[in-house]
């Protein structure tokens, strides 16, 4: 079984040799396709099935991808279960690991909580790359709400991060949260990556987000294709204001205001392919049948790029 004293030990190539199963094969290519279709396990969360019972709901409702969540992948890992049997698991069902949702401090200007935070995203990338994920998310984790960001100091941050992904080529994508105060709209986000000096900087942008921090959606237009892989995919009604949402208003797209087709042209425009990761927390959802869910969100994605 993985344990935390080997993967802290492991690093680089050494890890990658240790625990990739042989049966992982590269991800292909979807250069051919604009638009991949994902499912944010947190969509299905309230129903409380389990890491594999979710992923094969995913599976059966005809998704390209799952994105994860690393305490559900931990939880899988304490009870004695094993993380090359998990990848398999997921190979077996026709699945990609598309990104991996983290929340470690790399972000805090304390230098022993950012090291601790660090050393955790570490492990996690361990994690990640044994399952054939080459994606993890960086949001501002730990920062204070309404804190000041410095830009400059937070790009190095992330250049560090970016460093420590290449490692096991699992890549931080730099997330902000609407409603954090701290990292809260995508011209902060751009600015942190352009401060990083990076070529391998990369935004993850959210609908619902992008409403609620105020950032507006024209802004996805000044982004070139790969400086986006994978964007959150939800909605928004437009009958509470803004201030008063909150991540489990978020309802299926299409269901809201959200200018879902600027957005979809936009992200077309860009070129290269994107993940579509649908990401909900609605209690109303969780209370209805997984599959059901899955299959109702899936389809709305798709109607929604067919339409384009």
């Known amino acids: 079984m993985l344990n935390r004293r080997r993967l ?3 690093t680089g190539a050494a890890a990658l ?7 992982i094969k590269a991800s292909p290519n979807h250069a051919g396709g604009a638009f991949r279709f ?6 299905i969360r309230g129903q409380n099935m389990g890491l594999l ?11 390209d991808g799952v994105e994860l969540w690393v305490s559900d992948i931990r939880d899988y890992l304490k009870k004695g279960n094993k993380v090359d049997t998990l990848a398999k698991f997921i190979a077996d069902h026709n699945l990609t690991v598309e990104d ?3 929340f470690t401090t790399w972000m805090v200007n304390d230098t022993t909580k950012r090291k601790a935070g660090l050393q955790e995203l570490e492990e996690e990338m361990k994690i990640m790359a044994a399952l054939g994920c080459h994606r993890i998310a960086a949001p501002p984790s730990g ?4 804190e000041p960001v410095d830009f400059q100091q937070a790009g190095i941050y992330y250049r560090e991060i970016l460093e420590l992904g290449r490692k096991y080529k699992v890549m931080p994508q730099l997330e902000f949260w ?17 401060a990083a000096n990076d070529p391998a900087a990369r935004i993850l942008p959210d609908v619902y987000h992008l409403f609620r921090g105020g950032s507006g959606f024209n802004g996805l237009k000044l ?12 909605d928004y009604p437009g009958n509470k204001p803004v201030n008063e949402q909150t991540d489990g208003d978020r309802v299926y797209p299409g269901d809201g205001v959200a200018p879902l087709k600027q957005i979809l042209q936009d992200l077309r425009a860009m070129g290269g392919t994107k993940v579509l990761s649908l990401e909900l927390f609605n209690k109303t959802y969780w209370a209805q049948d997984a599959l059901l869910v899955a299959k109702t969100g899936l389809q709305k994605m798709k109607a929604l790029v067919n339409a384009l």
């Open 17 to 23: 040799t240790a625990f990739m199963p042989s049966f």
């Open 178 to 194: 609407g409603a954090s105060g701290t990292l809260y709209c995508l011209g902060q986000a751009l600015s942190i990556a352009a």
């Open 38 to 43: 994902c499912l944010n396990t947190s969509t």
């Open 53 to 63: 019972k979710s992923l094969e709901i995913a599976s059966a409702a005809g998704y």
């Open 223 to 234: 982004v070139n294709g790969k400086a986006i892989e994978i964007i959150h995919m939800n």
């Open 100 to 102: 991996a949702i983290s």
């Open 143 to 146: 920062v204070g709400k309404n």
């Open 8 to 10: 802290l030990k492991l």
